[in-house]
């Protein structure tokens, strides 16, 4: 039997104004990645969190196996609060 293990995997992109968010292809594509790899992604500990001028105007909130992704203003990446 094989075991598999991913922990702590952390996306970013900046978004200039009017321009459009492709976190959600990121997330499609981490998510089809996982499925053929035979690992699970628990979507509940999922965060996203916005920064800048873009959390008055957001995008849609990202879907991540079926689940919407909570939006956070804090996070703990590593250990270490942001």
Known sequence: MTHKYVDDTA??????????SYMQV???????????????????KTKEMLIGTISKDPPPHIMLCGSRVDRVTTFK??????
């Open 11 to 20: 996306l970013s992109e900046t978004v200039a104004k009017s321009c459009t």
């Open 26 to 44: 990121c997330c499609n594509e981490i998510a089809l990645q996982s499925q053929q790899a035979q690992m699970n992604i628990n979507s509940h």
């Open 77 to 82: 990446l590593l250990g270490i609060r942001k």
